[in-house]
């Protein structure tokens, strides 16, 4: 059974960073690209980065520069270190699994950014 498992959400404030991470369980081959997505209050879900398994990565726009994703196939693991951060990143963090028809998701950690 494939489990993702998020951690390292919390309040913070504007300008201030936090590191997600999600920790994978159950088979996952190592071809899999994983992301972070965000759905933010009254919006749809959107990605904010993935990273294949060659470690290419893609961001969203509204995050480059600031937001850097990472994996650690040993672990098990895939990161998201956010730093000056906005308001307006204020969203639940899940992160996905994919590769061929496979598709999974973790719960999700809250991320809010306010003074």
């Known amino acids: 059974q494939v489990q993702l498992v998020e951690s390292g959400g919390g309040l913070v404030q504007p300008g201030g960073s936090l590191r997600l991470s999600c920790v994978y369980f159950?088979?996952?081959?190592?071809?899999?690209?994983m992301g972070w997505y965000r759905q933010c209050p009254g919006k749809q879900r959107e990605l904010v980065a993935d990273i294949s398994s060659g470690g290419s990565s893609n961001y969203a726009d509204s995050v480059k520069g600031r937001f850097t994703i990472s994996r650690d196939n040993g672990k098990s693991t895939v990161y998201l270190q956010m730093s000056s951060l906005k308001p307006e990143d204020t969203a639940v963090y899940c992160c996905?699994?994919?590769?061929?028809?496979?598709?999974?998701w973790g719960q999700g950690t809250q991320v809010t950014v306010s003074s």
């Open positions: 996905n699994a994919k590769w061929a028809t496979a598709n999974y």
């Open positions: 159950g088979y996952i081959t190592r071809f899999a690209t």
